[in-house]
C-alpha cells in the first residue's frame, strides 16, 4: 500500500535538496559577486570610488525573493513533517524504553528485545519512554527522531521499506555511556520476522538471568566479571560488608537478599558509596520472578 | 611618535591608583575593555586547547588518549567557555567597551563603575568555573545545554560551574544596561540616531537582548541549582515535574543569544567594508533596521531548537515559521554588504580580508541553519554533526572572524601600533583554510548520521573525523601565526599614527591610543559617519 | 586630583533613572520565568493548585500585602518630602518603609516556618506522599516567595544605606536620584508581590 | 537640576493611590471567597493588573515620564507576552 522505496525518508531528502539547492545558488551568487567586485573595483584599477547611499527598489527585491523562498522552505518542511507525524492506522506498535545507556522494544505480545526487528513493509509506530533522563532514538536510515522523555510518551513511525540492518543511535546527550547507547533496527522478510517474534513469544518464561539483565539495560551499568562501570561489578558482592549512604548518612550493611532487592526497586534508598545515585528504579518493571532471577544469579557469582 | 606636546594616553595616565591595581580597579571604559580582551582570550586559549584535544580524541573509533568521561568534561568545558567566557562578551563587552564611547564621541560609558563591577563579576564568574572543574565531583558533564534531568542527577560539579554561568550573566546584563543608557544619554552633539555608525546601532539592539533575555537565563539557572540543593521537582517527572520546560526556559534565553553573538560581528564588519572600498556604505537604515529586526525577531524562535523534544505539533510548526523569518534581515545585510562593494576602490588588506570570509563562511552557517529550521530536515540532522557544523560555521566562522578582523582593524587605535601586514595576510589564508578542512567535513558526518557528544563512533564515519582532525592542526597553526603576530606587533610594531586606515568615524580623530578622556574636545558631528571622498 | 574621578562625579538626572528601569525590566523578567512555569504548571495541575492554595494562610497573605502597599507609600512620601528639603522627614518615612519590609519578613518567617512544622517543605515525605501536583504547588511556593523575600531583603539594605546617605547629607534636596531609584527598586518589589498574592492565596 | 523638581506629586494623591490599592486588596480577598472558579481567578488577575498599574503609574512616577521610558515599558511587557505565549503554544497543545 505505500509507495516506493524509503518513503518518508525520500521526503526528508527532498525538502533537504530543495533547500540545500537554493542555498547553495545563493552562495554561489554572494560569493562570486563579491570575489568580481573585488577584482573589478580594486584600487589600482578603480582609484575613485562612487558613494552609492542605497537603492529602494534594491532593498525590496532583496526582502521579497528571500521572503518568498524562504516561505517555500518552510511549507515543504512542514508538509514532510505532518507526514512524520501521523502514523498509519494499520501501523505495528513497538513500545520503546530508553534508559542510560541501552534500548528496550517491547512488542505487542509482551516480547522485549535489545534489538528492533520489524517486518518488511509494514508501518512501524515507536512509542517512546525513558527511565531515567533525556535520551533521543535515531534511525538515520529512515531519517527519523525523537526524544524520550522521563513521564511522557512520544511517538514516531516509519516505513520499512528494505531489508537489512541499520543503525540506532542515542542522539540526546545522557551521561557516560551516551555514545554506547547504540543498538540496531532488523528489517526482515514477512516470514523471517513472523518465525522469530512466535519462536522468542514462547521462550519467554524461560529466559535466564543473564539475558534479564541484558534486556533491561543493567549491563549498560554493571558487569559480572568484577570490574567497575557506572555502578558497582556483581562479581563476588554478595555476602560482603559495603558502605553505603542512606538519607545522606554513611552506614555499613552486609548485602543480602533484601538488601539487593531493594537496590534494584529503590536505588535511591541506600546508594553505594563511590557512585552517584542515578540507577532507575526497576519497580513495576523487573517482575518479581525476574528480581529472584537475578538475585540467584548474583549469590552464584563468585 | 611624533611632538613632545602629545597627549598622554590613558596608557600612560594611572588613574588613583597604580600598577596592575591601575586595570582591576579603574573606571575607564578603554582599560576594562583590554582586560576584558585579555582575560578573555585567556579562556579562548584554554578552549582551543580543548577543541584540539577533543579532535585529537576522535582522530580513530576507540580510545586514543582520554576516557569516556573525560571526553564529556572536555566538550562541556570546552562549549561553556567558548560561549559564555569567550563569544558572548567577545565583542560586546571587550571591543564594544573600548570602541563605543570613540565612536559616539562621548568621554566613557555612562555608568563606569558599574562597567568595573561587571568585569568583576565576570572574572569571579569564570574563577567560580575553573574552581568547579578541580573540585566536587570533578568537572561537569552535561553539555553545554545543562538539560535537566540529567543534570539534576549527575554526580559531577554542575552546581558550582551553573553559579559561575550566573555570575557571567549578571556581568552581560549589566553591560547590556550600560550600553543602551551610553547610547542614548552620551552621543556627541549632533549625533542624530541615524548618524550613528553602524555598529553602535548593533550594540545598541544587541543590549536589548542582553537586558530582556539573560534574566531569564539567570533564573533558569537558579532553578537548576535550587534543584540539585532542594529537590524542588520542578523539572523532575517523578515528583510532577517537566524536564521539556527547563528546554524552554534554557533556550528562551540561549537563542537570542546567539545573535549577541553575532549581531556585535555584523556591526564590526560593517565598520570595516567602507573604510577599504573608500565609499559610504549602501544601504545604512537597512543595515539599522535589520540589526532590531534580527534582535526583536530573535526572541520567537527559540523552539527550533526542541523540534524532536517532545513539545507540541503546533509550537514546532509555529516555531518553524517564525525561525525563517528571522533569516530575511540577516539576508538584508549580506547583499548590503556585498552592494558596498560596488563601485568602491578597494583595498584588499587584512581587516577586509576576514570580512570577506566572515561573510563567506557566516553565509555558509546561516544557510545551513535554514535546514536546521525546517521541520522535516531538522528532524534528521537534529543532534547529529550537522549541527556542529552549523554553529561552528556561524559562531567561529562568523563571529570569531569577524572579531579576528575587527581586531585587525582598530589593533593601531588599541595599541597605537602597527601589525606585520604580510605575516596577517599569510596567517589568514592558512586559518581560513584550516576553517574548511575541519568544519566542512562535519556537515557530511552529519548527513550520514554521526551523533554529536560521542566519544567514539562507528568504524564508518573516520575517514570524516580523521580529516576534520587534520584541519585541526591546520587551523592552529594559522591561529597561532596571527597571534604571534598582534603579540609581538604590540612591543614591536611601528606606530601607526592616529589614523592608518583613512577612516572617517570618530574613533579616528583623536589620536592613537586615546587619551584618557578620548577627546580633546567633545566632537561636533555634522553628517552620516562614513563621508569618503567628494561630499 | 585623581583623573579616574572626573567622568564619575558628574550626575546624569535623565541616565541613571534610566539605567534603573532598564535594571528593573531585567527583574521583571527574572520573575516572568517563574509565573510562566506556574502557569503551566497550573495549566497541568489546577485541581492541586487548588487544594495548595486552600491550606496557605489567606490572613497572613492579606497582611503582607497591605504591609508592603504601605511602606510603598512611605517610600513614595520621603521622596516627595526630601525633594522639600525636609531631612528629618524623609528619614523617618524611609526608617518607616524598611520596618514595614521587616515585618514583612516576620510575617513570612512564621508563614513558613508553619509550612515547615507541619512536614511541608521541598523534598519533604509529606509532600511527596501528598502527590504530584502540590509537590509542585508547593515547590513553586518556596521558589517564588522565596526569590520574592531576596528582593525584599535587598531592598531592605538598599534603604538602609540610602538613609545613611540622607543623614550624611549625601542625599539631599538637590541630589536624590539614588533616593529615587532605591525607591523604583523598593515598588518593583511591591508590583511583583501584588501577582503574587492572588496566584498563590486567592485561586483556592 | 531645576527641571527634577517639577515630578513633584501632591501628597494627596498618594494617599488616594495608596487607599485605592487597599481598597482593591479587599475588594480580591472578598471575590476570592464568592468561588467563582475559573473567573475568579481571571478577576483577581485583572484586579491585581490595576493594582500593579496605580504602583507603576503613581508611585514609580511613570505617569510624567517621557514617552522613551513608557515606550521601554511597553517593549519589555510586549517580550514577556510572547515569552509566555509561545511556550503556552507548547503547553496547551500537548497531546
Ligand atoms: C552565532 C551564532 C549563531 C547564529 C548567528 C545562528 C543563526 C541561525 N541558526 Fe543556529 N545555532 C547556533 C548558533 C547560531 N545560529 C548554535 C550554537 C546552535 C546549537 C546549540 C546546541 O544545540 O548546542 C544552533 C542551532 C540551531 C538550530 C537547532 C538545531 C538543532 O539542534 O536541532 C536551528 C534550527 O532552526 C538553527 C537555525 C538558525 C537560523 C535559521 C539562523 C539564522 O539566523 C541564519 C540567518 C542567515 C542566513 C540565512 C545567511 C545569510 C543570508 C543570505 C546569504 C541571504 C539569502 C538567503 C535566503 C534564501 C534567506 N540553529
Ligand atoms: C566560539 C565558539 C567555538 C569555537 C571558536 C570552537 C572551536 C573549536 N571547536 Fe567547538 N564547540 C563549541 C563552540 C566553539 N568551538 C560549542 C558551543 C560546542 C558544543 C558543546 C556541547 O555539545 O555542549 C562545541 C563542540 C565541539 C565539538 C563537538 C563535540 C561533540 O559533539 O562530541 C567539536 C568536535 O570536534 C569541537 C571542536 C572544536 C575545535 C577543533 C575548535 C577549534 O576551532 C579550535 C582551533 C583553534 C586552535 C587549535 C587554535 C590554537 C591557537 C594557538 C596555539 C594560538 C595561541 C593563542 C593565544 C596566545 C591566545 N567543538
Ligand atoms: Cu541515551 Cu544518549
Ligand atoms: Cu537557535
Known amino acids: 500500500m505505500f509507495m516506493k522505496f524509503l518513503y518518508k525518508s525520500a521526503s526528508v531528502d527532498n525538502v533537504m535538496f530543495f533547500i540545500v539547492g537554493i542555498s547553495v545558488f545563493m552562495l554561489v551568487l554572494v560569493t562570486s559577486l563579491m570575489i568580481f567586485f573585488l577584482i573589478r573595483y580594486r584600487r589600482k584599477k578603480n582609484p575613485d570610488a562612487e558613494n552609492i547611499e542605497g537603492n529602494l527598489m534594491l532593498e525590496i527585491i532583496w526582502t521579497v525573493i528571500p521572503t518568498i523562498l524562504v516561505l517555500a522552505m518552510f511549507y515543504y518542511g512542514w508538509i514532510g513533517f505532518r507526514i512524520m507525524r501521523n502514523p498509519p492506522k494499520d501501523a505495528m506498535l513497538v513500545k520503546v524504553t530508553a534508559r542510560m545507556w541501552s534500548w528496550s522494544f517491547m512488542y505487542e505480545n509482551g516480547q522485549k528485545s535489545g534489538e528492533l526487528n520489524v517486518p518488511l513493509n509494514r508501518p512501524v509506530k515507536l512509542i517512546i519512554n525513558s527511565e531515567d533522563v533525556l535520551h533521543s532514538l535515531f534511525i538515520p536510515a529512515f531519517r527519523i527522531k525523537e526524544d524520550a522523555v522521563p513521564g511522557m510518551e512520544t511517538y514516531l513511525w516509519f516505513l520499512p521499506d528494505k531489508t537489512g540492518t541499520y543503525d540506532l543511535f542515542c542522539t540526546e546527550y545522557c551521561g557516560s555511556g551516551h555514545h554506547s547507547m547504540i543498538s540496531k533496527v532488523i528489517v526482515m522478510a514477512q516470514e523471517d520476522f513472523s518465525k522469530w517474534y512466535g519462536e522468542k513469544e514462547g521462550a519467554g518464561k524461560a529466559q535466564d538471568s543473564l539475558k534479564i539483565m541484558e534486556n533491561n539495560g543493567c549491563l549498560g551499568c554493571h558487569t559480572v566479571d568484577g570490574t567497575k562501570r557506572v555502578g558497582p561489578g556483581f562479581k563476588g558482592i554478595f555476602g560482603k560488608e559495603a558502605e553505603v549512604i542512606t538519607n545522606g548518612r554513611e552506614r555499613k550493611i552486609v548485602i543480602d537478599k533484601e538488601y539487593l532487592r531493594r537496590s534494584m526497586l529503590d536505588p535511591g534508598a541506600d546508594v553505594v558509596k563511590g557512585f552517584p545515585d542515578i540507577m532507575p528504579s526497576q519497580k513495576g518493571i523487573l517482575k518479581d520472578e525476574e528480581i529472584n532471577a537475578i538475585i540467584e544469579y548474583i549469590k552464584k557469582l563468585k | 611618535m611624533t611632538t613632545g606636546d602629545r597627549e598622554k594616553s590613558f596608557y600612560e595616565t594611572q588613574g588613583r591608583h597604580t600598577g596592575i591595581l591601575s586595570w582591576v580597579l579603574s573606571t575607564d571604559h578603554k582599560r576594562i575593555g583590554i582586560l576584558y580582551l585579555t582575560a578573555m582570550f585567556s579562556f579562548f586559549f584554554v578552549a582551543v586547547i580543548l577543541g584540539v584535544l577533543m579532535r585529537l580524541e576522535l582522530i580513530a573509533p576507540g580510545r586514543t588518549i582520554m576516557s569516556a568521561t573525560t571526553y564529556n568534561a572536555i566538550f562541556t568545558v570546552h562549549g561553556v567557555i567558548m560561549i559564555f567566557l569567550f563569544i558572548i562578551p567577545g565583542i560586546p563587552s571587550g571591543l564594544g567597551n573600548f570602541l563605543l564611547p570613540l565612536l559616539i564621541g562621548a568621554r566613557d560609558v555612562a555608568f563606569p563603575r558599574i562597567n568595573l563591577m561587571s568585569w568583576w563579576f565576570y572574572i569571579t564568574g569564570a574563577i567560580v568555573i575553573l574552581v568547579s572543574l578541580f573540585t566536587g565531583g570533578g568537572p561537569p558533564d552535561t553539555g553545554w545545554t545543562f538539560y535537566v534531568p540529567y543534570s539534576i542527577k549527575t554526580g559531577t560539579n554542575v552546581t558550582l560551574a551553573v553559579f559561575g554561568v550566573f555570575l557571567l550573566g549578571i556581568s552581560s546584563t549589566l553591560t547590556g544596561i550600560n550600553f543602551v543608557t551610553t547610547i542614548h544619554r552620551l552621543r556627541a552633539p549632533g549625533m542624530k540616531w541615524f548618524r550613528m555608525p553602524l555598529f553602535v546601532w548593533s550594540l545598541y539592539a544587541t543590549g536589548w537582548v542582553q537586558i530582556l533575555a539573560t534574566p531569564v537565563l539567570g533564573l533558569t539557572l537558579l532553578l537548576l541549582m535550587s534543584e540539585r540543593l532542594f529537590g524542588f521537582g520542578l523539572f523532575d517527572p517523578a515528583k510532577g515535574g517537566d524536564p521539556l520546560l527547563f528546554e524552554h526556559l534554557f533556550w528562551i534565553y540561549s537563542h537570542p543569544a546567539v545573535y549577541i553573538m553575532i549581531l556585535p560581528a555584523m556591526g564590526a564588519v560593517t565598520e570595516i567594508i567602507p573604510v577599504f572600498a573608500r565609499r559610504t556604505i549602501f544601504g545604512y537604515k537597512a543595515i539599522a533596521f535589520s540589526s532590531l529586526a534580527i534582535a526583536s525577531a530573535g526572541y520567537l524562535v527559540w523552539g527550533h531548537h526542541m523540534f524532536t523534544s517532545g513539545m507540541s505539533d503546533i509550537a514546532r510548526m509555529v516555531f518553524s515559521f517564525l525561525t525563517f523569518i528571522v533569516a530575511i534581515p540577516s539576508g538584508i545585510k549580506v547583499f548590503n554588504w556585498v552592494a558596498s562593494l560596488y563601485k568602491g576602490s578597494i583595498e584588499l588588506v587584512s581587516p577586509l580580508l576576514f570580512t570577506i570570509s566572515f561573510i563567506f563562511l557566516f553565509s555558509i552557517g546561516g544557510l545551513t541553519g535554514l535546514v536546521n529550521g525546517a521541520l522535516a530536515t531538522n528532524i534528521f540532522v537534529h543532534g547529529t554533526y550537522f549541527i556542529v557544523a552549523h554553529f561552528h560555521y556561524t559562531m567561529f566562522g562568523g563571529t570569531a572572524f569577524a572579531f579576528f578582523a575587527a581586531l585587525h582593524y582598530w589593533f593601531p587605535k588599541i595599541t597605537g601600533r602597527m601589525y606585520r601586514e604580510a605575516l596577517a595576510k599569510r596567517a589568514w589564508v592558512i586559518l581560513f583554510t584550516g576553517f574548511n578542512v575541519l568544519y566542512f567535513p562535519m556537515f557530511i558526518l552529519g548527513l550520514e548520521g554521526m551523533p554529536r557528544r560521542y566519544y567514539d563512533y562507528l568504524p564508518r564515519f573516520q575517514t570524516g573525523h580523521f580529516i576534520s582532525t587534520i584541519g585541526s592542526w591546520i587551523l592552529a597553526t594559522g591561529l597561532a601565526i596571527m597571534f604571534y603576530n598582534l603579540i609581538r606587533s604590540i612591543f614591536k610594531g611601528e606606530a601607526a599614527g592616529s589614523n592608518p586606515w583613512g577612516g572617517t568615524t570618530l574613533e579616528w580623530t583623536t589620536s592613537s591610543p586615546p587619551p584618557r578622556e578620548n577627546f580633546k574636545e567633545i566632537p561636533v558631528v555634522t553628517g552620516g559617519p562614513y563621508r569618503f571622498g567628494k561630499d | ?204 | 537640576m531645576n527641571d527634577n523638581n517639577k515630578s513633584i506629586t501632591g501628597y494627596r494623591i498618594y494617599f488616594i493611590v495608596w487607599i485605592c490599592l487597599l481598597i482593591l486588596t479587599a475588594t480580591t480577598v472578598a471575590i476570592s471567597n464568592l468561588k467563582l472558579g475559573k473567573y475568579g481567578a481571571l478577576i483577581s488577575l485583572f484586579i491585581a493588573s490595576i493594582k500593579a498599574s496605580l504602583i507603576l503609574l503613581f508611585f514609580m512616577h511613570l505617569k510624567y515620564e517621557g514617552f522613551l521610558i513608557k515606550a521601554m515599558l511597553l517593549l519589555t511587557i510586549m517580550t514577556i507576552a510572547i515569552i509566555v505565549g509561545l511556550t503556552f503554544s507548547d503547553v496547551w497543545y500537548r497531546h
Not at chain 3, 558628574?10 to 528593573?24: I, N
Not at chain 3, 520565568?33 to 490572613?59: C, M
Not at chain 3, 507541619?118 to 516567595?145: C, D, V, W
Open chain 3, 1 to 204: 586630583m585623581n583623573k579616574d574621578n572626573i567622568l564619575e562625579e558628574k550626575e546624569d538626572y535623565e541616565g541613571s533613572k534610566m539605567g534603573m528601569w532598564l535594571f528593573l525590566f531585567t527583574e521583571l523578567l527574572l520573575f516572568t520565568g517563574l509565573f510562566l512555569l506556574y502557569s503551566a504548571f497550573r495549566s497541568r495541575y489546577s485541581d492541586e493548585f487548588h487544594t495548595g492554595a486552600a491550606e496557605l494562610n489567606k490572613t497572613m497573605g492579606t497582611l503582607n500585602t497591605v504591609l508592603l502597599l504601605t511602606s510603598s507609600l512611605t517610600m513614595a512620601l520621603s521622596i516627595n518630602v526630601i525633594k522639600k528639603g525636609q531631612k528629618k522627614l524623609s528619614v523617618l518615612l524611609q526608617g518607616l518603609t524598611v520596618s514595614l519590609g521587616l515585618l514583612f519578613l516576620v510575617d513570612k518567617y512564621f508563614e513558613w516556618s508553619e509550612k515547615i512544622r507541619h512536614g511541608i517543605y521541598p523534598n519533604s515525605a509529606e509532600l511527596l506522599q501528598r502527590g504530584k501536583g502540590e509537590t509542585i504547588f508547593y515547590g513553586l511556593y518556596y521558589l517564588m516567595t522565596g526569590l520574592h523575600g531576596l528582593h525584599v531583603i535587598a531592598g531592605i539594605i538598599l534603604i538602609s544605606i540610602m538613609i545613611i546617605m540622607t543623614i550624611n547629607e549625601r542625599i539631599h534636596r538637590e541630589k536624590f536620584v539614588k533616593l529615587e531609584n532605591a525607591g523604583l527598586y523598593w515598588h518593583l518589589v511591591d508590583v511583583v508581590w501584588v501577582f503574587l498574592f492572588p496566584v498563590f492565596y486567592l485561586i483556592s
